[in-house]
């Protein structure tokens, strides 16, 4: 007996086939990769943690070589206010006595108690069914004394003076999640309280992770109109840290740290808010993720086509094909040409293409199959590629550019292209000028 499907089934089941081979690219780059997730103690309490752990889960059954490092802040407050202790701060720092560090010792430890707890457990018919999540911890981070700040001693607070890499990718690879506490311990056998960002960005370093991710309050870091900024280099990463005014309270602790830590080799450093429900999934899984992420360099990258781009300019290309906009280009025709072609990337994911065919002997080139992905479209990636194309015309000494349009006049126009007519056009082009789909003819002068 056949079960018929609806029209909401099949809507369904098509956005899910969608959904799965958008996330594939990713699910294969990340494999074997050193991930440092950083959460502070808010994080642990805020009633989101389980499915926060479920998340890490998932990540682990990945093949990611995942690093948690967590904080303690407001289980060690509540402790000291139990206890009935006060203590100062030094430029964000807690001033950690005798008193105060047995409060951080017993803070920390309970906090780690549960959050290994929680990754032991496998719940039925949850992400985390029948998972087998080793966790590993140990004297992995060596501490020494801060000493004086604006001349106060800091007695037990400390900083990472060394993280012990080899013995921690000896757990990675024995497929364990290593989970780093903010406590760092002495030649001498002293403890310190650390800060959680400073553990999690001096592992990145050391580890050489490919990502480090803090999971805060806020959304990630603002611009000058409180405006979520989704990306940015380190170059101006940095900038945004040297005026801390601007930003929220948990930013000016993060940045500087996603900073150094893009510094010393980490490839992305991402501020993504924990409050939201798969915060971390959405963020590594989605071309555009929902908080701010540092690279060491420009996302976007233009550069000649290979052979190997096909595949993802034919996807690029064929639905402006079918709409008729473009001329359609079969993947033999692509084959021959791709050395004509330019590609725009962001984030290593191809997102436009444009091609020259040059006329030498008129000294003039052809821009042809301009075409950028649909959600790149109001950026300037267009722009970018016209550029291009007119650089290397004017490196092969051609000294005009011609475009057929059906539908993108006024753009054109607007970048310098004047309206002229198909007699314009070179000899060999215009014996191929297609009567049917009236295309305008637009000449640059270059």
Same mark, same amino acid.
């Given at each position: 007996?056949?079960k018929?499907?609806?029209?909401?089934?099949q809507l369904?089941?098509?956005? %899910?086939?969608?959904?799965?081979?958008s $996330?594939?690219?990713? $699910?294969?780059?990340?494999?074997?990769?050193?991930?440092?997730?950083?959460?502070?103690?808010?994080g642990?309490?805020?009633?989101?943690?389980?499915?926060?752990?479920?998340?890490f889960?998932?990540?682990?059954?990945?093949g990611?070589r995942?690093?948690l490092?967590?904080?303690?802040r407001?289980q060690?407050?509540?402790?000291?206010a139990e206890?009935?202790?006060?203590? *100062?701060?030094?430029?964000?720092k807690?001033?950690?006595?005798?008193?105060?560090?047995?409060?951080?010792k017993? /803070?920390? *430890?309970r906090?780690?108690a549960?959050?290994?707890a929680?990754?032991?457990?496998?719940?039925?018919?949850?992400?985390m069914?029948?998972?087998?999540?080793r966790v590993?911890?140990?004297?992995f981070?060596?501490?020494?004394?801060i000493?004086v700040?604006?001349?106060?001693?800091?007695l037990?607070?400390?900083?990472?003076?060394?993280?012990?890499?080899?013995?921690?990718r000896g757990?990675?690879?024995?497929?364990? $999640?290593?989970?780093?506490s903010?406590?760092?311990?002495?030649?001498?056998?002293?403890?310190?309280?650390?800060s959680?960002?400073d553990?999690?960005?001096?592992?990145?370093?050391?580890?050489?992770? /490919?990502?480090?991710?803090?999971?805060?309050?806020?959304?990630?870091?603002p611009?000058k109109? *409180?405006?979520?900024?989704?990306e940015?280099?380190?170059d101006?990463?940095?900038?945004?840290?040297?005026?801390p005014a601007?930003?929220?309270?948990?930013?000016q602790l993060?940045l500087?740290?996603?900073?150094r830590a893009?510094?010393?080799?980490?490839?992305r450093?991402?501020l993504?808010?924990?409050h939201?429900? *798969?915060?971390?999934?959405l963020?590594?899984?989605?071309?555009?993720?929902i908080?701010?992420?540092?690279?060491?360099?420009?996302l976007?990258?233009l550069r000649?086509a290979?052979?190997?781009?096909?595949?993802?300019?034919l996807k690029?290309?064929?639905p402006?094909?079918?709409e008729?906009?473009?001329?359609?280009?079969?993947?033999e025709?692509l084959e021959r040409?791709?050395?004509r072609f330019?590609v725009l +990337?962001?984030?290593?994911?191809l997102?436009g293409?444009?091609?020259?065919?040059? %006329?030498?002997g008129?000294?003039?080139?052809?821009?042809?199959?301009?075409?950028v992905?649909?959600?790149?479209?109001?950026?300037?990636c267009?722009?970018?590629l016209?550029k291009?194309?007119e650089?290397?015309?004017?490196k092969?000494?051609?000294?005009?550019?011609?475009v057929?349009?059906?539908r993108?006049?006024?753009?054109?126009?607007?970048?310098?292209f +004047?309206?002229s007519?198909?007699?314009?056009?070179?000899?060999?082009?215009?014996a191929?000028?297609n009567?049917?789909r009236?295309s305008k003819?637009?000449v640059?002068r270059?």
């Open positions: 007996m056949n018929r499907v609806s029209r909401r089934e369904d089941a098509t956005r %899910f086939v969608q959904w799965f081979r $996330v594939a690219p990713y $699910v294969n780059g990340f494999r074997g990769q050193t991930f440092v997730v950083a959460f502070g103690g808010e642990v309490t805020d009633g989101r943690f389980v499915e926060r752990v479920h998340d889960s998932l990540l682990a059954s990945l990611i995942l690093v490092a967590h904080g303690a407001p060690i407050e509540a402790r000291l206890k009935g202790l006060e203590t *100062g701060f030094v430029q964000g807690r001033i950690t006595d005798a008193a105060a560090l047995q409060c951080v017993e /803070s920390v *430890g906090v780690r549960e959050i290994e929680l990754l032991s457990m496998g719940l039925p018919n949850s992400p069914a029948n998972a087998d999540i590993a911890g140990g004297n981070v060596t501490a020494q004394p000493g700040l604006d001349g106060v001693d800091m037990h607070t400390g900083e990472v003076r060394k993280i012990d890499a080899a013995a921690i757990r990675l690879d024995a497929g364990e $999640v290593v989970l780093l903010p406590l760092g311990y002495s030649p001498t056998g002293e403890i310190f309280n650390l959680m960002e553990v999690a960005a001096s592992a990145a370093v050391a580890l050489g992770a /490919s990502k480090l991710v803090f999971l805060m309050d806020s959304a990630g870091v611009d109109d *409180g405006q979520l900024l989704r940015l280099t380190v101006a990463a940095e900038r945004a840290a040297a005026k601007r930003l929220p309270a948990d930013v993060y500087p740290c996603a900073v893009c510094r010393g080799g980490v490839a450093a991402h993504v808010s924990r939201v429900d *798969g915060a971390l999934l963020e590594l899984f989605t071309h555009d993720g908080g701010t992420m540092i690279a060491q360099a420009p976007e990258k000649t290979r052979i190997d781009d096909i595949g993802a300019i690029i290309i064929e402006l094909e079918a008729g906009v473009l001329v359609r280009r079969g993947r025709l040409e791709i050395d330019v +990337e962001h984030d290593r994911m997102i293409c444009a091609a020259l065919y040059p %006329f030498p008129v000294k003039s080139g052809e821009l042809a199959c301009l075409a992905l649909p959600d790149h479209r109001d950026r300037g267009g722009e970018l016209v291009q194309i650089s290397l015309a004017r092969r000494g051609l000294r005009r550019l011609f057929l349009t059906t993108a006049e006024h753009w054109f126009e607007e970048l310098g +004047e309206e007519s198909a007699e314009m056009l070179p000899r060999q082009r215009r191929l000028y009567l049917q009236r003819v637009f640059k270059l």
